[in-house]
Every structure is written in structure tokens, then in C-alpha cells.
């Protein structure tokens, strides 16, 4: 219940907890904490008086919570979308919830909750009169995650969560990296020793154990640079396997919604997303953590040589990062331009594949072809965009490492000649090649930024995918207790979002155990949204719907959905054999199962035809089958579980009149021991039902058997005899009986 008011202050009641604290507790439990006025009181030493804004940042920060306060404008509060809900402060110090806001830019609206209301009293109220009770304070408040808390949602945390759960190949990485940094002195003073020892003294005993102590060095190194890849690439591999199984476990368990609203090229295309995620943090962010390393033992000695020097080094690293810093805002606008028009073209891409059949029937390869110019021309222009911006900064980045190591260089060489001391030129060698073992640790570093924000546009993409939230009934908590068959609707009211209408308007029936429904109508009737409801594939609906006397909300949706199998009018088989497509519901179903169902389902008939028989190899869209073949896999499909409850939403509209004719004759026996609830438009496949549901504009219009319904129902026997004129009554024409006036 909403209701539109205009507030003048909220009073605090006595007997009732401090309206800052009700609101901390509401905030916390939509980030998943459970907290209680109470336990914030006697944790903090507070009293029941209102809390001032200090006390309410202190009982935040030290309950899991991370929280600031801020004085904000209107237009302030309305770029707050992605931080919502929040706490507002009103002038008389109480506090309320700012839900969400609602409307457009010119008549925004408030979402407020009082704490100390029912969570249903919401309070709606325009933007002048919000502002005359608020005092511009804002309170936002998140959870405070540990690093290694993998319970976090899907970010850059989430993902090091993960990367902390292996420590010890961490710890290990990290050994082999500190000992590769120290071997890096090896050659530099090896040279070092050469001109200032060997060449100018001519003593062949120190160069030759110099050589000695070399060779091993460069064995060592070479084993210690072995082991590092290795656990690098292991590590890589467990993080890919913990990532693309955590994402695809996510991404199943989102509603049907999401997947009719959203296009599928767009979805494969932020879960790709995730292999750049990867790649950052296991390639460009740990190879330039392991690399910086060497920076331990190097500086120092640089230091050591040339304090000058290393400064100057150090300066153009500087230039370096602020120059990447500057650009950075450019560069990420011309990225994220980029991405968006080929999630475009992707998504493109794979409705054009998949429906190249209708492509090729309507000649419409011409058409298909100037939108794929169209849209490449646009990814084009936005990668040409990004690659000169990109091509800008890379201009002067490279002029920059040039003179991060010629210029201190220049000036170590300017030093040798004005002291004139040959000792001098080994040390200038040395710190020349410690300046360059130095810069690329340090370029990959201001390089990191612009990969950085790469790798976060990344996490926002699929972020914005995983953490949807998931479909009810999956917290494997539910009622799991074997179903028998007997459904009942009351009431039940359902929209679809966006629809003006309901697909469903207070519809109530009931479908005894082992009773065999059929349902009709025209599309738009509702007929299928009432199968859709009953799989709970939706569960916004008013009303209750029952099986074995159960809410279906209150059912495990796995096993519910295990126990209610379905056959649609168009199916997608799985690429692989028959019998691996029949056995998809049951892989411990033996060979023997497989045959049974497919018998029941009148496959059996075409399978024993194939020259490989169940072994035939079902290509990518089961194109090597027919419409109708197809349609009777997919029963044997449904058969193979033995479902108490089987739904055959138009299932042999696909079939020709001889291979429905070999279903239907199968009826009665697929009907044995189950509920059965068919949708056809086909008439003559509901004839033997026990039942007949008649359906228009989403209500109930009639419930009956054949006989009854085709005397007394305008709805019915008007189809029925348009669907066989041969059997219109003598006298009887169209003028007699009114005509179907259902509406989609």
C-alpha cells in the first residue's frame, strides 16, 4: 500500500525505538544484516532519545557497516540512484528511509518509509514539500566486507576474495619473486666488477670465478623464473574455473524475465567480460605487483650510485602517471563507447544466426546485410575514436621512457668526463642498467591506469549481471514432499511487466488428482501464463496457487519443477545423441527407460527408422530433424521423469496429421497415474479431457466437458465448428451462433 501525503515533521513516539536507529536496521537488512534497536542501544551505551548524526555513524561503523553523513541539495539527492535506499535527516532531527525515487526530471517524486510504520505504509511526496521537512542530511551506509568475504556482490573485492582463498600459491609466488628481484642484481654488479676490476686490473682469476658464479646464477634464475610462470599459470586456471562457475551458476539462477527482456548477445557478451576481468588481475595487475619487487633491491642501490639520477628517474615516472591520470576520463568515454556498440553487434550477431532459417525463406540476406554494415561501421568509428586517443597518450608516454633513462644517463656521463675517473664508467654502466630494469617495472605501473579502468568497466558489466536478484525459491529451503497431481487456482491475478492489462484476472479452478484438463483460447487469452505460474517461472501474482494443498511458493522450485514436466509448441533440443536429449531430465535413466519413453511419446516409430537408431547425433538446432520429430523427443523428454503433473502447451501443433495422430492415440496412456493439462487450439486433441477450461481476455469463461460445453458455450462451439465444418448441424450456419470475441 502507497500512500501520497505531504509531511509536515515526524514527532518521535514514546515506547518506540529512535526513528535513526529503526532506519540503520532497514538499510542493514537490504545489505544482509540482521540487526535490532535494541542490540544498537546496548551496544553503543545510548539512551531512548532521538540519535544525533555522530551516534548514528558510530553505531554504523561498528555493526558491519560502513556509513557517512553528507549535506546534500536536491539535485545532489537525485544522483544518488545507485547508493539508495539512504537515510534523510528531517528539520525536527527525526529519520526516514529515501527508498528510491520516482517520476521524471520534471515531476520527481520522494519514496520515503517510516521507520516505525508498517513496511508497507510508504510515504510518496513531490519534491517542494520534501523540501520544506528535510534538512539536506543524508546518511549512506553500506556493508563493510572483509577482503576475503566471498559472500560480498560480484566486484573488484569479490574477485580478490577469491584470489585470497589461495594463499599459499600466493605465498609461494611471492618467495619466487623476491628471490628473482635479488638474482636481477647479479648481472648489473657483474658487470659492474668487470670494468672496475677485471678490464682495468687485468685480473683473470676474479673474472674467471666471476664467469663461474655467473653460469649459476642464470641456472637459478632460470629455475626460479620456471616456477613463478607455473604457479602464475595455476593460479590463473583455478581463478578462471572459480569465476566462469560462479558466473554461469548465477546466471541460471536469474529469472525467466531477465532472459526475455534482455537480448542474448548481450548477455554472452558480459559474461565474456569476465575473461578481461581475469586477464587484469592475473596478467597485467600480479605481473606488475611481481615485477615491482625488483624496485626493493634497485632503488636502494641506484640511490647508492646516484641520488641525482634516481630522482631524475623517479620524476619522469611521475610526468608519466600524471599524464595517464589526466587522460583518463577521455579514454574511458571513448572505451565504454566502444563496448556499447559491439554488444550491439554482437547481440546482432547471434539473432541473426539463429534465425538464418527465416532469413534465407524471406530473402532478407540484402536487408540483414546493410544493418550488419551499419553496425560495423559504428564499431569501427568507435574503436577508430578510442585508438587515436589512445595513440595520444602512448605520443607522449614514449618520448617520456625514453628520457626517463637517456636523460640521467646524459647526466651520469657528463659526471664521468668532468671527474675523469675511469672507476667511475662501471658504475655509470651499472646504474644504466639498473635505470632500465627500473623503468619497466615503473611504466607498467602508470600503464596499470588506463588497464585499471578497463578492468572496472569490466566488473560494472557483469555486475550488472550477477547481481541481479536471483529467482525466488532457490534457497534450497523449501518444501520438498513427493507431489501427487491435484491443483487448484484462487484468485489468482498476474501482469506481465509492461502489459496495460492483466494476462490473468481473478481466475479460480480446480484440477482434481489423475484429471486430464484441456485449455482453450485465443493467444492472449492467458492460457499459457497459466502453465508459466504453475512452474512458478513467475511468482508476482496475486491469489494462491495449490498443489497437493501447497502455496507452489512455498515448493523448492527445483523440485517443483522436477515434478511438472512440460512440452512447448517449439522445443530446443541439446546438441548430442537421442537418447542423451531424451535421458537430459534423468542421466542415470538406463537404456531401457529411454525406449519406454520414447514408445509412450510415438518416437519410437521414427528412432528405429535412423541407421545409428538412439546413437543419431542431434546437430546444433536439430536441424537434421524434422518439426515433428523434434516435438515427439521432446515428450519422451518429459515422459522419461514421470512426472506427477504433465503439461502439453500446444505440443502437436508442430505435428503432421499422422504423427499427432500417434500421440494422441498415446494419450491415455500418458495420462495414466498423472495430472494431465493440455493447451491446444486444436480442438479435437481435448475432446477425451475430463475437463475443458475455456479462457478469454484472461478470465475464466466456462469449465466443462466436450458435450456440455459445445451446447451450452458460444466460445467453443463456434471454434469447434469452424475447425470441422463437416459436422455443423443441418440448418445450423455462421449466422446462427456467434463467432470467438476473445482479444490478445
Not at 409 to 427: E, I, N, R, T
Not at 547 to 569: F, P, S, T
Request: charged share 20%; aromatic share 8%; hydrophobic share 45%.
Amino acid at each position: 500500500m502507497t500512500k501520497h501525503l505531504s509531511l509536515v515533521g515526524a514527532p518521535s513516539v514514546e515506547g518506540l525505538p529512535p526513528s535513526g536507529l529503526a532506519c540503520l536496521v532497514i538499510v542493514a537488512r537490504q545489505h544482509g544484516l540482521h540487526l535490532t534497536p535494541t542490540q544498537l542501544i546496548q551496544d553503543n551505551l545510548l539512551g531512548d532519545q532521538e540519535v544525533t548524526l555522530p551516534e548514528l555513524l558510530k553505531c554504523a561503523n561498528t555493526s558491519g557497516m560502513t556509513a557517512k553523513a553528507v549535506t546534500l541539495d536536491w539535485k545532489g539527492l537525485s544522483h544518488l540512484k545507485r547508493a539508495l535506499p539512504v537515510i534523510v535527516r528531517l528539520r525536527d532531527g527525526s529519520h526516514m528511509v529515501l527508498l528510491r525515487l520516482e517520476g521524471d526530471e520534471d515531476s520527481t517524486r520522494v519514496v520515503l518509509q517510516d521507520p516505525n510504520a508498517s513496511e508497507d505504509a510508504l510515504l510518496v511526496i513531490d519534491q517542494p514539500r520534501f523540501e520544506d521537512i528535510w534538512s539536506g542530511d543524508v546518511v549512506m551506509a553500506k556493508r563493510d566486507y572483509e577482503i576475503s568475504d566471498e559472500t560480498q556482490p560480484f566486484s573488484f573485492g569479490f574477485v580478490t576474495a577469491l584470489l585470497f582463498r589461495e594463499r599459499r600459491i600466493l605465498r609461494d609466488v611471492a618467495i619466487a619473486a623476491l628471490i628473482l628481484g635479488f638474482m636481477g642484481l647479479g648481472p648489473i654488479m657483474f658487470w659492474r666488477l668487470l670494468s672496475d676490476k677485471v678490464i682495468f686490473y687485468k685480473a683473470y682469476n676474479t673474472f674467471y670465478v666471476l664467469c663461474i658464479a655467473m653460469f649459476v646464477l642464470i641456472l637459478f634464475e632460470a629455475a626460479f623464473t620456471f616456477l613463478r610462470q607455473y604457479l602464475v599459470q595455476r593460479l590463473t586456471a583455478r581463478l578462471d574455473v572459480k569465476l566462469s562457475t560462479y558466473v554461469f551458476e548465477k546466471v541460471l539462477n536469474l529469472p525467466i524475465d531477465y532472459f526475455e527482456q534482455n537480448p542474448v548477445g548481450l548477455i554472452s557478451r558480459d559474461i565474456r567480460e569476465v575473461f578481461r576481468i581475469r586477464g587484469f588481475l592475473t596478467g597485467q595487475l600480479f605481473g606488475t605487483i611481481l615485477d615491482s619487487t625488483t624496485l626493493f633491491f634497485f632503488l636502494p642501490v641506484m640511490f647508492f650510485f646516484s641520488p641525482i639520477m634516481t630522482l631524475m628517474v623517479l620524476a619522469f615516472a611521475g610526468i608519466i602517471v600524471t599524464w595517464l591520470i589526466l587522460m583518463l576520463p577521455a579514454y574511458r568515454k571513448k572505451s565504454s563507447a566502444t563496448l556499447a556498440a559491439e554488444g550491439v553487434q554482437g547481440a546482432f550477431l547471434i539473432q541473426s544466426l539463429n534465425g538464418m532459417r527465416t532469413i534465407k525463406s524471406l530473402a532478407l540476406d540484402t536487408r540483414q546485410r546493410h544493418m550488419w554494415d551499419v553496425l560495423v561501421a559504428r564499431v569501427a568509428k568507435a574503436r577508430l575514436a578510442e585508438g587515436l586517443t589512445g595513440t595520444a597518450i602512448q605520443t607522449v608516454v614514449k618520448p617520456l621512457e625514453r628520457l626517463a633513462v637517456s636523460a640521467p644517463y646524459a647526466f651520469g656521463v657528463y659526471l664521468a668526463v668532468s671527474s675523469g675517473d675511469p672507476v667511475y664508467v662501471g658504475a655509470l654502466f651499472a646504474f644504466l642498467m639498473l635505470s632500465q630494469r627500473v623503468a619497466g617495472p615503473l611504466m607498467q605501473m602508470a600503464q596499470l591506469i588506463n588497464q585499471y579502468d578497463e578492468a572496472r568497466t569490466a566488473v560494472t558489466i557483469v555486475g550488472r549481471l550477477v547481481n541481479q536478484p536471483p529467482e525466488e525459491g532457490r534457497s534450497g529451503h523449501g518444501v520438498r514432499v513427493p507431489l501427487k497431481g491435484h491443483i487448484e487456482f484462487s484468485g489468482v491475478t498476474f501482469k506481465y511487466k509492461g502489459a496495460v492489462s492483466p494476462a490473468l484476472n481473478n481466475i479460480s479452478f480446480e484440477i482434481p488428482l489423475g484429471t486430464t484438463l484441456g485449455v482453450m483460447g485465443k493467444s492472449g487469452s492467458g492460457k499459457t501464463t497459466i502453465t508459466r505460474l504453475l512452474q512458478r517461472l513467475h511468482s508476482d501474482y496475486g491469489g494462491l496457487i495449490k498443489v497437493d494443498g501447497v502455496d507452489v511458493r512455498e515448493y523448492d522450485v527445483d523440485h517443483l519443477r522436477r515434478n511438472v514436466g512440460v512440452v512447448l509448441q517449439e522445443n530446443f533440443l541439446f546438441s548430442g545423441t537421442i537418447r542423451e536429449n531424451i535421458a537430459a531430465a534423468k542421466p542415470d535413466a538406463t537404456f531401457d527407460d529411454v525406449v519406454r519413453a520414447a514408445r509412450l511419446a510415438g518416437a519410437e516409430e521414427f528412432i528405429d527408422k535412423l541407421p545409428r537408431g538412439y546413437e543419431t547425433y542431434i546437430y546444433e538446432g536439430s536441424t537434421n530433424l524434422s518439426g515433428g520429430q523434434r516435438q515427439r523427443l521432446a515428450i519422451a523428454r518429459a515422459l522419461i521423469v514421470n512426472p506427477p503433473i504433465l503439461i502439453l502447451d500446444e505440443a502437436t501443433s508442430a505435428l503432421d496429421a499422422e504423427s499427432e495422430t500417434i500421440v494422441n492415440a498415446n494419450i491415455s496412456r500418458i495420462a495414466q497415474g498423472r495430472t494431465l493439462i493440455i493447451i491446444s487450439h486444436r480442438l479435437s486433441s481435448l475432446t477425451k479431457a475430463d475437463a475443458i477450461l475455456v479462457l478469454n481476455r484472461g478470465v475464466v469463461n466456462d469449465i466443462g466437458r466436450h458435450d456440455e460445453l459445445l451446447e451450452r458455450n458460444d466460445i467453443y462451439s463456434s471454434l469447434w465448428y469452424q475447425q470441422n465444418t463437416h459436422l455443423v448441424p443441418a440448418g445450423r450456419t455462421e449466422k446462427n451462433f456467434r463467432s470467438p470475441t476473445l482479444v490478445s
